[in-house]
């Protein structure tokens, strides 16, 4: 859109530069003769002007749009902090039991609004446990992450209030013995996690291979 708009302003430019040329012609007899308020030479300063304006609007134009932020990158508003695997739960009690915990802390100014993620694997990566599942945990306390401490509560959605941290656990395969998933986490082959967020009504996605 943006070389669509500039190729416009371009040819209303030639246009009229075109036209102030064919007005210029015509009006130099007269001005030649000292008419320079004559109807000829009037036409002819107001395509100049015409031209001189649709230059200086396309000028500013573009140094205005050069100099527009940035657009807002996903991973400057959350940091992925940590990402571990539990240690493979044998308790038959416990239905997910190849976990991936990827704790996050919110850098921004703003509220997040944190929504279901996605995990995307291509050949060679780690599928998930079916059916697939994934929980968020808010920190107790602003910090308290360092000291493992979490709500009880998992959560599909949360909200995350500016320096505040969670984390998300993700069910993997299980057909996959722990020292596999190792080192597949050692050499970021595991799969890519998708997480869509809300900031001040603006959705973003933060994506990281691990």
Known sequence: MSWIANKGQVIQIVLAAASCLVAGIK??????????LSLGAILFYAVALLVIVLTIRALVGHAN??????????????????????????????NYKAKLWCVF?????????????????????????SPAVFR???EH????????????????????????????????????????LEEKKRTV??????????????EYTWEERL
């Open 136 to 138: 968020y945990q808010l």
């Open 65 to 94: 749009k050069s100099t527009l932020p940035a657009p807002v990158e996903a991973q400057h508003i959350l940091k992925l902090l940590s990402a571990t695997l539990d240690p493979r739960a044998t308790d038959p009690g416990i």
């Open 27 to 36: 009006a130099w007899p007269e001005l030649k003769g000292n008419e320079f």
């Open 105 to 129: 802390t919110n850098q921004s100014d703003k509220m997040v609004k944190v929504f279901s993620p996605k995990w995307l694997t291509v050949e060679g990566d780690v599928g998930l446990q």
């Open 189 to 202: 082959q595991l799969g890519t996690l998708i997480v869509p967020i809300r900031v001040d009504g603006h």
């Open 141 to 180: 306390t602003l910090g308290s992450w360092r000291q493992g401490r979490w709500d009880k509560q998992e959560l599909k959605t949360v909200q995350v209030e500016p320096g505040q941290s969670f984390r998300m656990w993700i069910g993997l395969d299980t057909f996959k013995p722990h020292e596999y």
